[in-house]
C-alpha cells in the first residue's frame, strides 16, 4: 500500500518483477488518507523512478468538490482520486 511507506519497497519490487520492461505498465491509483503527511505517499514515485525505473508516464486527478463529506469528512482533499500509469 502506498499509505504505508514501510511497504512502499516491497510493492515496488513486486511490480518491477512482474513488469516486461519494454512494455509493461504499472497502474496505480489512490487517494490521501491524512494517516501520512502527502510527501510520504509521493516518495513513493520518486522511489519507483530512483530505485526500480518505473517513471509516471501519464497521470490523472479527479476531484471531487464535496470530498468525503457523506462520511463525516471535511478535509476536500481525501476526496480527490489520482491515477498514475508508470
Known amino acids: 500500500s502506498i499509505y504505508n511507506p ?3 519497497a516491497a510493492l515496488l519490487q513486486s511490480a518491477s518483477a512482474l513488469i516486461e520492461p519494454s512494455t509493461g505498465i504499472f497502474i496505480v491509483g489512490y487517494s490521501l488518507h491524512g494517516n501520512v ?3 510520504h505517499v509521493e516518495r513513493f514515485f520518486t522511489e519507483a523512478k530512483q ?3 518505473l517513471e ?6 479527479v476531484e471531487y468538490s464535496e470530498g468525503q463529506m457523506g462520511i463525516g469528512s471535511v478535509d476536500e482533499e481525501r476526496g480527490n482520486v489520482y491515477l498514475k500509469i508508470l
Open 56 to 61: 509516471v508516464v501519464h497521470e490523472l486527478v
Open 6 to 8: 514501510t511497504y512502499h
Open 37 to 39: 503527511p502527502t510527501s
Open 51 to 53: 530505485e526500480y525505473g
